[in-house]
């Protein structure tokens, strides 16, 4: 057999053998109990009052476009619609600027997609996602008032991320880190929200792709994931640093090399889109599918999140932006 083939193969196992797990110092930042209802009070607007807003609803996207802007522009951020063409209508990127300093040397991107698959209404797929980036916006807002901090955030809500258009260049995600490429954008890494409502507690309830099954990671789905590329490991590891100081939510941290291609199921998200234009970005999941039996069902409702669960990554993302001191 080939040694360099075997070589890669022990860094592979390396890699996914060992998970890192942790939970530490708390940081009460946040009130819990407003959070977890605001959550409440977007994911209720997202999943009912709009519901389903796939591909096939385009009033339904233009809807939730229109929330999320009006959300950001009520709270006192810069924001703008970056619209493109699909098929005969139009869907856009919102985005919307957090700037702590005149000059920062760090910048970073929060996103989330916002639309769901065909026939769901996306509770945790994916309107728990876009809760938290508008509530993890909102304090980061509230901060800017008394916090001097070396950084800029965008948060950017993407659109047709579900299939058809996934893993095409109709994706909100493939058309934004496109133009960032382009127009040479300064992207320190970019935070992908995909999935991160849903957990369940009995041993055994949390799956994993082969071969991670074979070793050491949690049973219980109780925890948040934090994947990167081998590109993203300073990144990563920086992320997971920061999680690890909120005891109240455990993370697990996964780096993948070969930009993922071994495990194509850590690519199933927006952060893949910047992955390929050779930018430093992670995905923070509760797991999607290998945790959540509602994975693009009709049964992926409200009822089934874990608001508390969504507060807490809130929490573990501002202790994140709040490490950038200048």
Known sequence: MNPRFISFCIFLMILIMYPDRASGTEMDMIDPKETIERLRNHVRTLTQTIGERSVLLPHNLE??????????????????????????????????????????????ILGAHYDSVAGTVGADDNASAIAVQLETARHLKMLTDHEKLDLVVKCVSFPLEEPPTFGTRHMGSSVYAYNARERK???????????????????????YPFPLMLFDYPKQGDYIGIVGNFASRSFTAALFRAFSQNPDLPVVKLTVPVGGFLLPSVRLSDHASFWHRGYKAVMVTDTAFYRNPHYHRTSDTMDK?????MAQLVKSLLIFFRSHHP
Request: aromatic fraction near 14%; glycine fraction near 6%.
């Open 185 to 207: 954008e300064p992207i320190d890494g970019m935070i992908c929200l995909e999935m991160v409502g849903y957990t369940c507690h009995q041993r055994g309830c949390q799956d």
């Open 305 to 309: 999140l874990d608001f508390d669960f």
């Open 63 to 108: 809807k939730t476009r229109a929330y999320i802007e009006k959300f950001y522009q009520d709270i006192g951020l810069p924001v703008h619609c970056e619209p493109y063409g699909y098929r005969d209508f139009t869907v856009s990127n919102v985005v919307a600027q957090i700037s702590f300093c005149d000059r920062p040397t760090k910048h970073f």
